[in-house]
């Protein structure tokens, strides 16, 4: 089992960065890829960034490419999405979470998951 913590989500204007972290505890955190996902009001959960087990690929979701960076620290079990040029079509439930596989834009490949962290971006 993989237990997931997402932190960091708020309420700020349209143009401000926001860092969310993502604190695993179980597991050997390195032996997973971890993704980014976010859902808004009536819409599906789609995949916004993912990074393999050594951080040493990255990929994104077209809506955030250069604007939003992820990052992992396996030494301190966690997980950061640096979310710059913030837009309020960000606004979502953000989530982390972990695949024994690659990474992978499915959500349905990933095992475990957190409970979200909320970001609104008012304009």
């Known amino acids: 089992q993989v237990q997931l913590v997402e932190s960091g989500g708020g309420l700020v204007q349209a143009g401000v960065s926001l860092r969310l972290s993502c604190a695993a505890s179980?597991?050997?955190?390195?032996?997973?890829?971890v993704g980014w996902f976010r859902q808004a009001p009536g819409k599906e959960r789609e995949f916004v960034a993912g990074?393999?087990?050594?951080?040493?690929?990255?990929y994104y979701g077209d809506s955030v490419k250069g604007r939003f960076a992820i990052s992992r620290d396996n030494a301190a079990n966690a997980v950061y999405l640096q979310m710059n040029s913030l837009k309020p079509e960000d606004t979502a439930v953000y989530y982390c979470?972990?695949?024994?596989?690659?990474?992978?834009?499915?959500?349905?490949?990933?095992?475990?998951w957190g409970q979200g962290t909320q970001v609104t971006v008012s304009s």
């Open positions: 179980g597991r050997t955190f390195s032996n997973y890829a």
């Open positions: 979470a972990a695949s024994s596989r690659v990474v992978t834009t499915s959500r349905q490949m990933y095992e475990y």
């Open positions: 990074i393999s087990r050594t951080g040493g690929s990255t």
